[in-house]
Nanobody
């Protein structure tokens, strides 16, 4: 059974940092792509970043480039999202999701509909 468990969300002031974790199990971690997506109140879910564990390549939405960093610990089957210089508009529920091969261009993984499995989400709130 595929399981994704997010943690690390919380409340932070603008300009602060948080690190989210996504602990994965139930699939061959090295073969899968893990994405972070978010949904703000009243808005559609959107892709934030992804990492292809097969080759380590990463991809970011323009809104978070230079501020967020995705990384993967393949030994721990865990993906991290380091979020720096947080802004109030980053406030959302953050989800990790996963999709196995075949592989697609990075932009594909920013589409919420691309994913097969989802975690339960973790709330991030950034105050101004």
């Amino acid at each position: 059974e595929v399981q994704l468990v997010e943690s690390g969300g919380g409340f932070v002031q603008a300009g602060g940092s948080l690190r989210l974790s996504c602990a994965a199990s139930g699939f061959t971690f090295d073969d899968y792509t893990i994405g972070w997506l978010r949904q703000a109140p009243g808005k559609e879910r959107e892709g934030v970043s992804c990492i292809k564990n097969s080759d380590g390549s990463t991809y970011y939405a323009d809104s978070v480039k230079g501020r967020f960093t995705i990384s993967s610990d393949n030994a721990q089957n865990t993906v991290y999202l380091q979020m720096n210089s947080l802004k109030p508009e980053d406030t959302a529920v953050y989800y990790c999701a996963t999709l196995g091969p075949p592989y697609y261009p990075g932009s594909y993984y920013l589409l919420p509909g691309s994913y097969d499995y989802w975690g339960q989400g973790t709330q991030v709130t950034v105050s101004s």
